[in-house]
């Protein structure tokens, strides 16, 4: 009797699969069918019986009678019966088992379990519900990864702060000492006085870039992350714009794009923007003459590679551009003390806000290569117009 496993396994794949509606129509018709066939069999009975009965003499009268009765009330008794059962065994595996699993997923949610994934796998609208459940658990299980990234850079960021601003202040106790107990005995020149002046004005100049750094990144840590749907050609348009608004004079710029102009993808624009702009800043810094900018985007992923033709990053910065302030400003530099890497790390900073990456590689044929990658898909809970 394989043949009747087989069927019967055909059939209630059928009924998981199909849709509510479908499913109750089908219960039905087998409610239908199966009071049916009771009935016929019950009613061909009881005929059979009252035929029996009404040759014998005398005539069971009162027999006959419910054998009559019987006969005529069994269909809509059958009728009810076969609903109701049908009705039970609907509801027992078409809704009951589907609510059950969805429940114990929202439950799991709601009690910060986001590694439950609902195993309810039909094709009905339970089954759909289930997969907006699991894209759900997704979402709040990447914003979870990323609020926690960000609060180990934050906490990075103020331990590499408080590490930093121990030489600029030392230096300045020192210098400031130094003065209070020699310019009285007359012991310092005006030479050296400016000179010890204008180091402490340095270092003031550096305690003064640190905070306005902090200031920056406290902005991004609360910044919010704002998707709308754009084409990418409008993206790649800007990426150019701002490319080109950067680079010195003499630099050379080679574009390549491996996106269709008419595709459309979610992403917040001016964030993909400043962390591109913080990276051409570095690769306008230290390119000899060319850089490279190609954009890509492919599996819901976009991607902004910048190659640059300078001396490419260092050992040391390869292992530590992860971090805040890896590298010391040598004095007399032009922005007035900022660590050198703080670009890099505001741009590693974006893009994990925006669901992806920052890496960084040195080419071959020499010079830096830095690839940003930003989640523009719809699993990523950001905020759409």
């Not at 018709?29 to 061909?44: E, K, P, R």
């Amino acid at each position: 009797m394989d043949w009747i496993e087989t069927y019967a396994e055909k059939c209630r794949q059928y009924l998981q699969n199909a849709p509510i509606v479908q499913a109750a129509v089908f219960y039905f018709i087998i409610a239908i069918l199966g009071s049916l066939a009771c009935t016929s069999l019950t009613v061909n009975l009881a005929s059979l019986w009252i035929h029996v009965m009404e040759e014998r003499t005398p005539s069971p009268k009162q027999a006959i009678f419910v054998l009559r009765f019987v006969r005529q009330g069994c269909p809509y008794l059958y009728l009810a019966v076969s609903v109701v059962l049908a009705g039970k065994l609907y509801t027992k595996n078409k809704i009951e088992a589907a609510l059950s699993e969805i429940r114990l997923a929202v439950k799991s949610m709601a009690a910060g379990d986001l590694s439950f994934e609902p195993a309810w796998q039909s094709r009905d609208e339970f089954g759909i519900l289930a997969k907006d459940l699991e894209t759900l658990r997704k979402t709040l299980k990447r914003e979870k990864q990323v609020q926690w990234k960000m609060g180990e850079m934050q906490r990075t960021v103020n331990a590499a702060f408080a590490h930093d601003i121990r030489t600029p202040l030392t230096v300045m106790n020192g210098y400031t000492e130094f003065l209070q107990k020699y310019v009285p005995q007359g012991k310092v020149s005006q030479q050296m006085l400016l000179e010890k002046l204008e180091r402490i004005s340095f270092q003031g100049s550096r305690l003064l870039s640190f905070s306005q750094t902090m200031a920056t990144l406290q902005t991004l840590e609360q910044r919010e992350v704002s998707c709308r749907r754009q084409h990418t050609a409008e993206v790649y348009s800007r990426i150019q714009e701002t490319a080109l608004a950067l680079k010195k004079e003499g630099q050379h710029l080679l574009f390549t794009s491996a996106i269709a102009p008419q595709q459309t993808v979610l992403a917040d624009l001016n964030l993909i923007l400043e962390a591109f702009e913080n990276v051409c800043q570095n690769a306008v810094r230290y390119a000899s003459q060319t850089i490279e900018i190609t954009v890509r985007y492919a599996q819901e992923e976009l991607t902004v590679t910048v190659k640059d033709d300078g001396n490419g990053f260092s050992q040391k910065a390869l292992r530590q551009a992860g971090n805040a302030y890896f590298g010391e400003q040598k004095e007399g530099e032009a922005d007035g003390g900022t660590h050198f890497g703080i670009g890099l790390f505001i741009a590693q900073m974006l893009c994990q806000k925006h669901g992806g990456s920052l890496t960084l590689h040195n080419s071959i044929e020499g010079g830096a290569i830095v690839t940003l990658s930003f989640y523009a898909g719809r699993l990523f809970g950001l905020s759409m117009p």
